[in-house]
């Protein structure tokens, strides 16, 4: 008997990741903001991580 005969209810689904809507708008003006001070080299207080996930959700 193999090991996919002995699992109830057949396949297994991936986790849905519940993202919180959110207004495209706003969140191209704070990118755009960034990189306004990317390049009057104004960088200390910007967290790229969070810049990234920014960008990443607009073009998704």
């Known amino acids: 008997m193999s090991f ?6 057949g396949r297994i689904l991936p986790v849905r990741r519940l993202t919180p ?3 495209p708008q706003k969140q191209f003006d704070k990118l755009s903001a960034a990189i306004g001070q990317i390049y009057n080299h104004n960088v200390s207080q910007l967290s790229y991580e ?4 920014i960008g990443y959700g607009l073009v998704q």
């Open 21 to 23: 809507q959110v207004d």
């Open 50 to 53: 969070e810049l990234f996930r």
């Open 4 to 9: 996919a005969n002995k699992r109830p209810g």
